[in-house]
T-cell receptor
């Protein structure tokens, strides 16, 4: 069964607007971590934001915030004030009991000028 | 400090040849991971090293794949008798529980098997 689901293969957003990238996950563990990574065309995987399952507040890192809804098992990434440099693939990932990351299929974000 | 370093950045090989990929983790990171990313897809876990514990090899796709790590330093991923389906980007990551176990990735090795 899919552990991480990203339902949006591609998204467009207008420069300076906010965008939400969806991620749902499935685990029976009580302790887990959720991550978002950005992968530009250069191929590197850039860590953006982390949310622990016991964290009561949604994580924020600059223009990135994670909308964590534990009961719904969703961990959506919100990017505010989009910039042209935000155009990239975005991957949601989860670490549960096994320590390794399980990744979703990714969402390609394209920022329009 | 320096990030995760991988070499070579690109490798082209002929079907049936063996290849070795190298990963140098962030200094002080006890955990090291190898992942594979096929074109247009997400990352697949291959193998995980934690300190001196036995590695978690549960993601290795076949016995042609193996990896070693010396202590908490460099790791090599070896693919024997390469096949065309092995063509992918191989990414290495390392982490430390002192930093929320956030995995930091190298730039990857792009392997092309002709």
């Amino acid at each position: 069964a899919q552990k991480i689901t990203q339902t949006q293969p591609g998204m467009f957003v207008q420069e300076k607007e906010a965008v939400t990238l969806d991620c749902t996950y499935d685990t029976s563990d009580q302790s887990y971590g959720l991550f978002w990574y950005k992968q530009p065309s250069s191929g590197e995987m850039i860590f953006l934001i982390y949310q622990g399952s016991y964290d009561e507040q949604n994580a924020t890192e600059g223009r990135y915030s994670l909308n964590f809804q534990k009961a719904r098992k969703s961990a959506n990434l919100v990017i505010s004030a989009s910039q042209l440099g935000d155009s990239a693939m975005y991957f949601c990932a989860m670490r549960d009991a096994g320590n390794m990351l399980t990744f979703g299929g990714g969402t390609r974000l394209m920022v329009k000028p | 400090g320096a990030g995760v370093s991988q070499s070579p950045s690109n490798k082209v090989t002929e079907k049936g040849k063996d290849v070795e990929l190298r990963c140098d983790p962030i200094s002080g990171h006890t955990a090291l991971y190898w992942y594979r990313q096929r074109l247009g897809q997400g990352l697949e876990f291959l193998i995980y090293f934690q300190g001196n514990s036995a590695p978690d090899k549960s993601g290795l796709p076949s016995d042609r794949f193996s990896a070693e790590r010396t202590g908490e330093s460099v790791s090599t991923l070896t693919i024997q008798r390469t096949q065309q389906e092995d063509s992918a980007v191989y990414l290495c990551a390392s982490d430390s529980w002192e930093d929320r176990a956030i995995q930091y990735f190298g730039a990857g090795t792009r392997l092309s098997v002709l």
